[in-house]
């Protein structure tokens, strides 16, 4: 691909990671957060022209289609490809034990705003004839994640956005797919405690260009993170029904499950049974 790159989420870590290893290979970035100073940074940062900064937000159907029509009218070329690295607050809790509104608010944050997205920008990239969109997924989608549960909901409820998205967009020269992290990220604020397997931001972030520049269609819906080897011969199938090339199962990504806790607490219980014990509530 050689026209400009848009970034959604580009002051978030792994969307700013995206913005640093795109321009250091020299290519046109449109960097969109809704952290005006956090976009400023970047202007610091890179000063040459490769890089617009569009300070605007996808939270409204209205609040995108505003975004499309700001990047249509930039100088050059419009997008021809997309990563979509939308993620909202990080929040903890148990579903039983909270709100309504806490999975309605990972809902608003984290999905909603890649559909409003994806309505007004495909548009943009079939105009160009060919394009690339990438949704960058969460951990927790593949087993419920202890005190996450609603960001769980959220990832899985992403997979099927993907895929609906992916389906939807085969009359459009558009490829649309989902690259799952299926891992918390590295970095420096959580290096002490972090799990040897958690990628950094710098890895996922090559990992994304990768996949907007593959060439070819048709392509999966969902490749997970670590991309695999490129696989020799003709490109397979991509129905939604056929195993999935780049589908390959994850390495353990250091995520508790419930299931996990349950036998936590099955084996607390028989260390500490005795008359002297109570047993641990359930």
Known sequence: MTGPLLVLGASGIIGRTVVDVALDAGRSVIAVARDAAALEGLRVAYPSGALSLVAATVA?????????????????AAPEVVVAAIRGERERG???DGPA?????????????HLFAAR???????????????LVGGPGADHPWAGH???????????MLARVLHDEAR?????????????????????????DRWPSADAIARAALRMVD???????????????????????????????????????????????LTDARALLRGITASPHHQDLPR
């Open 60 to 76: 409204s159907d209205a609040d995108a289609a505003a975004l499309a029509a700001r990047v249509a009218v930039l100088p050059g």
């Open 94 to 96: 148990r579903l039983l």
């Open 101 to 113: 509104d806490l999975l309605r608010r990972r809902l608003d944050e984290d999905l909603l705003p």
């Open 120 to 134: 007004h920008l495909l548009p943009l990239l079939a105009a160009r004839r060919h394009g690339a969109y990438v």
């Open 149 to 159: 549960g609603h960001h769980s909901i959220g990832a899985d409820a992403l997979r």
């Open 171 to 195: 009359a459009l020269p558009v490829r649309v797919q989902l690259l799952s992290v299926d891992a918390p990220v590295r970095t420096a604020a959580n290096a002490r405690h972090a799990c």
């Open 214 to 260: 593959a060439r070819g269609l048709p392509a999966p819906v969902m490749v997970r993170f670590p991309l695999p080897a490129p696989v020799p011969g003709p490109t397979l199938s991509d129905d939604l029904d056929a195993p999935e090339r780049g589908c390959v199962p994850p390495a353990p990504a250091c995520l508790p499950s419930s299931r996990d």
